[in-house]
């Protein structure tokens, strides 16, 4: 069992799958920083200073709370839909990330265009036929 766990690690596939996951994660705490320490900051201040990840529901509890936070701490029920909106933000970042950097990758496989190959050689045979109407052709002078 051990001999076939070093096989299946060893598989390129799985070492590029595991580089795929770390780089995947690296890239996420990039993104959300993107979202939560760029992005959303001005687009709040231009919808007059809304910070989106506070938008909240609460469900069960008593009274409106003036944050999250309180909510929370008080054991209200909440929907929480501005981390819903940063989390799609971040989302449509990513996809469109993973988008561009497909179409590059795609871009650099796609066959070059080949020169015009030159027309294949006719078999032994036909040119020995030629060969041979040519031999009769001058004989026959």
């Not at 780089?23 to 900051?41: E, K, Q, R």
């Not at 970042?93 to 990758?105: C, D, H, M, R, T």
């Amino acid at each position: 069992m051990l001999q076939e766990f070093r096989e299946f690690i060893a598989r390129g596939s799985v070492v590029d799958l595991a580089v795929g996951v770390v780089v995947g994660a690296a890239f996420t705490a990039i993104v959300n920083s993107l979202v939560s320490d760029i992005l959303m900051p001005p687009l709040g201040l231009i919808l007059g200073g809304i910070d989106f990840s506070s938008f909240f529901i609460t469900l069960k509890g008593t009274g409106g709370y003036p944050t999250l936070e309180a909510a929370k701490a008080a054991g209200a029920v909440t929907i929480n839909y501005g981390q819903f909106l940063n989390a799609v933000i971040r989302f449509v970042i990513v996809a469109f990330a993973i988008f561009v950097l497909v179409k590059q990758v795609n871009r650099l496989h796609r066959a070059k265009p080949a020169a015009p190959a030159a027309p294949p050689e006719p078999p032994r045979e036909q040119v020995l036929l030629a060969e041979i109407r040519d031999i009769l052709k001058q004989s026959a002078r």
